[in-house]
């Protein structure tokens, strides 16, 4: 989720905590030439990204730095070593990703554990006037390059990369919905848990068929890729993902329900969970069913229990929307783009519930 820059949480990193990041960053062999900045980029709602600057280097040489926001964390929200170590594996495959640099799970240095990478170069297309700025051509190749990497990464081997403990193979679907049930005894508004526990119930009854196990980013969509363009045939212009962040959610489990979960984000709440009407809600692009089609197109797997993935997905954009608003109520996050967020839950509950 993208944050609004100025909450509470992004502080200015003090010159004593860069100093600490550098030392970090130089121990883990990466050439510094002088003392680092950081500078709040756009990133993701639960995790603080920062844009680190080499004051010294000529080559304008920059790494990002993501780490949990200071107040108002909920469990397992904000993995940032989780975001590494998948990343790390994703290095030697197909699937773009940033080249990792250093992960600090003590909390001597910040107060908090953080992960380090390499800047990639690439344009983020986030709100509705990000996606303004394409013809209808280049969103074509975007739509055909976001799905075809999410059928990459599905067809990565976990095991051969390293990750075969990085989650439990089997029983996904019953553990998300038993994960995200919990999150919503956190943060979850009463006035709607009669919804919430209906839904989650419901879902908790579902025998979802899991017939295919692969790493699942939990998150997928346009506004958490960075995007090259590139001149393509008959002088248009094409797009490829240079790389794919926010991994804070990802395990290892059915593929079925990242693709339900990309379709999920389609729901016009999306615009109140992020704060802005996005991109990704956008009529210009495809409804869910031509997105699952042109996955199915790219080489993914086959969409197992469909309606019951979405319905999930719906459950947990509801909670994550809740977790916005728990930590907004909680004086913990505040600025443009928060205050709205509680209002998406009750439709994403309504949708799922529906679906199911």
Known sequence: MSPAVGSADASALSTEELAAVADRMARAGADLAGPLSARLIAGGRSNLT????DLAAEDGRAWVLRMPPRRGRTPSAHDVAREFRVTSALASTVVPVPPAVVLCEEETALGLPFAVTEFVDGRTIQSRRDLESLEDGTLD?????LCGTLAALHSVDHVAVGLERFGRPDGYAARQVRRWSGQWEIVGDPPLTPLATELGQKLAATTFRQQSTGIVHGDYR???TLLAFDDGAGGGVAARVAAVVDWELSTIGDPVADVAMMCV?????????LGEPSAWTSDRLPDAD????AYGS???VELVDWDAHLALGYFKLAVIAAGIDHRYRAGAT?????DSAGQAVEPLLRAGLQRI
Do not use: P
Request: proline share 0%; hydrophobic share 45%.
């Open 50 to 53: 920062y844009r680190l600057q």
């Open 141 to 145: 190749t975007v739509v055909g390059a």
């Open 298 to 300: 790219a080489g993914g």
């Open 290 to 293: 031509a997105l699952a089609a």
């Open 334 to 338: 505040h600025g443009e783009g928060f």
């Open 222 to 224: 346009i506004d958490n």
């Open 265 to 273: 984000y389609r729901h016009s709440a999306l615009d109140l969970v």
